[in-house]
């Protein structure tokens, strides 16, 4: 069956690969059609280092998704993460050319070339150009500068780099698995995208996804990004902690996390539920209480945060919390670790909610999952994609656009829903 009608999208995650297969109906939205995961081992704190181990998670991961959405995948869109990731903020200015001083599309892709013309290293290239607002004349916070008057055209923008090869080596993976790839985009930008309204965008906020290997940030301001950086941790620490600290094996251990792990101390107050831990090399097995797993979960948790916390701001020069009108946003499966949003509300004084992915349909409670809202991203990122850029370079989209039906619904249901 012809690829021209569905997105995938594949999020190579430390704990997990999840392929997500997604239809663009003819009556407008975005369905998924089928959810595919399968643990994976090939990675590092977001990184490729076993490129045969994660190609065979991520053919498992797809062949699942496969199977439920009982359609063939042939392109992917593919997630980037690791601590090679860097943010930062850009500015580029133009004169405007036409006669009558009309800003033009043609004056935004100047402007917008001028803002990115920055030196990078040979070893990294730029992942993603995120206009945040445009200057016409000394005239701030225009967001769409096109038919304004003006001499002057400024644009302040958002750049992501990352490192060459990591990007290589995930295209390699996937590409060995028998996919080809129509773009890599940053995990926790297109998460945001999933999980964020428009409102929190615009207000102020900071969303954080805690992985199995590493802690993911971007925070928002007049509703572009202003922040962004992969912290090294993630939930993964807490159970190799556990692991050290109880003398059990970590899967065993990130079992018992899953199960009665919490990070806050407050909310187990007269919860004397006891836990067996399974003896190792003949010894017996011993029991604890849900407290004492706390008191080794906590902090590695409150490090987590603060790590953010302190990163945010050194690197941003952001200390104003309480201006974050939309709070703080978690997601991503470390989001799951019970009292996750009440310790991070601790440590920010904001409001925090945990983010599911939302905006497609076809999500059944069962996928509605923090863990899922990267790959989840990838698809509306992509969509979202497509529609500014009036068509899909690479392939079938095109065709669809021709037919017009599919290509205009999917633009007025994301007018609607997203914007
Ligand atoms: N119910 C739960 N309670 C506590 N922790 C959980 C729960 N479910 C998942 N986790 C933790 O979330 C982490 C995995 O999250 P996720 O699937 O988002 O990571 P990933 O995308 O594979 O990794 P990364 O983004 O770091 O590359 C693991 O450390 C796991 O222990
Ligand atoms: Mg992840």
Same mark, same amino acid.
């Given at each position: 069956?012809?690829? %021209?009608?569905?997105?995938?999208?594949?999020d190579i995650g430390t704990?997990?690969?999840?392929? =997500?297969?997604?239809?663009?109906? @003819?009556? +407008? #939205?975005?369905?998924?059609?089928?959810?595919?995961?399968?643990?994976s081992?090939g990675l590092r704190k977001g990184v490729v280092i076993n490129i @045969?181990?994660t190609?065979?998670?991520?053919?498992?991961?797809? &062949?699942?998704?496969?199977?439920?959405? #009982?359609? @063939?995948?042939?392109?992917?869109?593919t997630g980037i993460s690791g601590a090679h990731i860097e943010g930062l903020?850009?500015?580029?200015?133009?004169?405007? /050319?036409?006669?009558?001083? &009309?800003?033009?599309?043609?004056?935004? &892709?100047?402007?917008?070339?001028?803002?990115?013309?920055v030196v990078l290293p040979m070893d990294r290239e730029l992942i993603h150009v995120?206009?945040?607002?445009?200057?016409? %004349?000394?005239?701030?916070?225009?967001?769409?500068? $096109?038919?304004?008057?003006?001499?002057?055209?400024?644009?302040?923008?958002h750049l992501i780099t990352g490192s060459v090869t990591a990007a290589q080596n995930l295209l390699k993976c996937?590409?060995?698995?028998?996919?080809?790839v129509?773009?890599i985009a940053l995990d926790v930008l297109v998460a945001?995208?999933?999980?964020?309204?428009?409102?929190?965008?615009?207000?102020?906020?900071?969303?954080?996804d805690?992985g199995g290997g590493t802690t993911d940030v971007i925070?928002?301001?007049?509703?572009?990004p202003?922040y962004t950086n992969v912290v090294p941790v993630g +939930?993964?620490? =807490?159970?190799?902690?556990?692991?050290?600290?109880?003398? /059990?094996?970590?899967?065993?251990?990130?079992?018992?996390?899953?199960?009665?792990?919490?990070?806050?101390?407050?909310? !187990?107050?007269?919860?004397?539920?006891?836990?067996?831990?399974?003896?190792?090399?003949?010894?017996?097995? $011993?029991?604890?209480?849900?407290?004492? !797993?706390?008191?080794?979960?906590?902090?590695?948790?409150?490090? $987590?945060?603060?790590m953010v916390?302190?990163k945010?701001?050194?690197e941003?020069?952001?200390?104003?919390?309480?201006?974050?009108?939309?709070?703080?946003?978690?997601?991503?499966?470390?989001? !799951?670790?019970?009292?996750?949003?009440? !310790?991070?509300? %601790?440590?920010?004084?904001?409001?925090?909610?945990?983010?599911?992915?939302?905006?497609?349909?076809?999500?059944?409670?069962?996928?509605?999952?923090? %863990?899922?809202?990267s790959?989840?991203?990838?698809?509306?990122?992509?969509?979202?994609?497509?529609?500014?850029?009036?068509?899909?370079?690479?392939?079938?989209?095109?065709?669809?656009?021709?037919?017009?039906?599919?290509?205009?619904?999917?633009?007025?249901?994301?007018?609607?829903?997203?914007?």
């Open positions: 069956m012809s690829n %021209d009608d569905i997105l995938v999208g594949l704990s997990k690969i999840c392929a =997500v297969i997604a239809e663009i109906p @003819e009556t +407008g #939205g975005i369905d998924i059609l089928g959810v595919g995961v399968a643990p081992n @045969e181990a190609l065979r998670s991520v053919s498992a991961a797809i &062949e699942r998704a496969e199977n439920m959405a #009982g359609r @063939e995948v042939s392109h992917v869109i903020n850009s500015r580029g200015v133009v004169a405007v /050319t036409s006669k009558d001083r &009309e800003i033009g599309m043609i004056d935004v &892709e100047r402007v917008m070339d001028a803002a990115k013309a995120i206009p945040q607002e445009f200057i016409v %004349d000394d005239q701030r916070g225009v967001k769409d500068p $096109i038919d304004m008057i003006g001499v002057r055209l400024e644009a302040e923008a996937v590409n060995r698995a028998g996919f080809k129509d773009e945001s995208q999933a999980v964020l309204s428009r409102d929190e965008m615009e207000l102020g906020t900071m969303l954080i805690i925070l928002y301001k007049n509703g572009a202003l +939930g993964a620490e =807490v159970t190799s902690d556990l692991s050290i600290m109880l003398q /059990t094996p970590m899967d065993t251990m990130e079992e018992i996390k899953l199960t009665s792990g919490c990070c806050y101390a407050p909310m !187990l107050e007269g919860d004397d539920s006891e836990i067996i831990i399974p003896g190792v090399g003949g010894r017996p097995p $011993i029991a604890a209480d849900r407290l004492t !797993l706390c008191e080794y979960i906590q902090p590695r948790m409150t490090e $987590i945060f603060s916390r302190d945010v701001e050194h941003a020069h952001f200390t104003r919390w309480q201006n974050l009108g939309g709070g703080i946003v978690l997601t991503g499966g470390g989001a !799951l670790l019970q009292g996750a949003a009440e !310790l991070a509300g %601790d440590i920010f004084s904001v409001p925090v909610r945990i983010g599911l992915p939302h905006g497609i349909g076809g999500l059944t409670p069962e996928f509605q999952r923090p %863990d899922l809202a790959a989840v991203g990838l698809i509306l990122h992509r969509a979202k994609k497509m529609i500014s850029e009036g068509v899909d370079e690479s392939r079938g989209f095109e065709t669809s656009r021709k037919k017009g039906t599919r290509f205009e619904s999917l633009k007025k249901w994301f007018k609607n829903f997203i914007e």
